[in-house]
Structure formats: structure tokens, C-alpha cells
């Protein structure tokens, strides 16, 4: 995950149904070396509202891990 490109992430999102947060994080130039460091404030900025869209992005990225 720490590798990924910005597209990369978007294809994640996209695979999440949350494609409706892809032009932020690409606004954003969320890389996956980004990506992993993001808090809940971070997604809260992103635009990602919803306590519930935050907490699962936050177990998808702890449950992916370094790949």
C-alpha cells in the first residue's frame, strides 16, 4: 500500500464504494505513502463527513497493512 500511486488509491476507493471521495483524494495528490499516515481529521478535511465512511477506510487501511 506504501507504494501506490494516486491511481492506485482511486482503484481502491472504487473498490470500497466510495467513489465519491476519488476527485478529493486526487485534488489531494493522496498517494499510498499518504494514505497510510491519514487521521480521522485527515478524512474529515477530505471531505468524508460520515463517522461510519471514516472509521471503515481507517480498518481497510490497517487491515491491507504495508503491501
Wanted: proline share 0%; glycine share 8%.
Amino acid at each position: 500500500m506504501s507504494g501506490w500511486s494516486g491511481d492506485d488509491v482511486i482503484r481502491w476507493l472504487e473498490s470500497l464504494n466510495m467513489a465519491e471521495h476519488c476527485a478529493a483524494f486526487a485534488a489531494h495528490s493522496i498517494s499510498g505513502a499518504t494514505l497510510i499516515q491519514l487521521t480521522d481529521d485527515d478524512f474529515h478535511a477530505l471531505g468524508i463527513t460520515q463517522f461510519g465512511q471514516r472509521k471503515m477506510l481507517q480498518r481497510a487501511i490497517e487491515n491491507r497493512g504495508e503491501d
